[in-house]
């Protein structure tokens, strides 16, 4: 919904969140991070570095943005036609905008991303038919739960061929939204910017409802609920869906002055598809009847 004749709208799912960015003049918007393109930067280039990537590889983005991870991807390891790369967008309105992007920006690189209209617990692609998935910042997301997040590994799975890697990043360990008792309030919000980042947090939320109230930049009232869950229980809700860990490690970002922080909160996890844990765990389930 929207509120008044203003750019401000309240979203109910993760989906319609980004729907409504979508709307926004910036393509960064599609990232999260509230636009800032130097941590973006940061993190996809990151994820470039961790993950081994192979001469050939058909490699998935779920929820991909503007499409920076292959961008950051094509540039340090240029690829030959070989590869496919195909990015993931729940929504009409983003693969709309995501798509003159990637045709505009990537005519210069070595290979040129698809972009397709599908979802995390339901792609648009065969049964194991991707080496890679990535799926970075997407799966914690306001509105996401535990059912959610269990759904969305049984579709990865499917699509993965056996031995296959999946990639998930920035997954909280914490609830992230404790304490952000602000709800849909824009007053309280600014009271929580104000107590929580400083004087330089607030002046610059008042600039950016002030130019929500006079363009067509949206303002998104976000779910207050966030899906998190901590190593341990993510480590066997992952055996459970036919995945062995490889690495389990904080999230790596960066401060205000560029510095390089370790996440209080958040962890990345890259992960190998297992058809053995898989059919071990089909025949227990099958025992319990």
Excluded at 39 to 64: A, S, Y
Excluded at 153 to 159: K, S
Excluded at 192 to 213: D, Q, T
Excluded at 234 to 247: C, D, Q, R, S
């Amino acid at each position: 919904m929207t509120i008044g004749k203003m750019s401000f709208y309240i979203s109910n799912s993760l989906i319609q969140t980004y729907r409504f960015r979508s709307k926004s003049k910036k393509i960064e918007s599609l990232n999260g991070r509230n636009g800032n393109t130097a941590l973006t930067k940061f993190v996809v280039n990151r994820i470039v570095e961790e993950i081994p990537i192979k001469e050939g590889m058909i490699i998935i983005d779920v929820g991909c943005g503007d499409a920076s991870f292959f961008e950051a991807l094509l540039k340090k390891k240029p690829m030959s036609k070989t590869f496919k790369l195909i990015g993931v967008l729940p929504t009409e309105e983003e693969v709309t905008r995501v798509k003159e992007y990637v045709a505009k920006n990537f005519y210069r690189l070595s290979n040129c991303p698809s972009i397709i209209i599908s979802r995390a617990d339901k792609l648009d692609v065969p049964d194991q038919y991707c080496d890679l998935l990535v799926c970075n910042s997407v799966l914690h997301g306001n509105g996401q739960t535990l059912g959610d997040f269990k759904v969305a590994l049984i579709e990865f799975n499917r699509v993965l061929k056996p031995g296959g890697k999946l990639f998930i990043g920035e997954l909280p360990s914490v609830d992230e939204m404790k304490g952000k008792n602000y709800g849909n309030s824009l007053f309280k919000w600014l009271m929580y910017l104000k107590k929580e980042r400083g004087l330089k947090a607030l002046l610059k939320g008042v600039l950016n409802i002030i130019n929500s109230a006079i363009s067509s930049e949206p303002f998104v009232f976000v779910p207050k609920n966030m899906f998190y869950i901590g190593n341990k229980d993510l480590y066997k809700v992952m055996k459970n869906h036919g995945f062995t860990m490889i690495f389990m490690k904080k999230h790596l970002e960066i401060g205000p002055q560029g510095e390089e922080i370790l996440s209080m909160t958040r962890w990345n996890y890259l992960a190998r598809k297992d058809e053995d844990l898989l059919n071990i765990n089909a025949n227990r389930e099958k025992s319990l009847y």
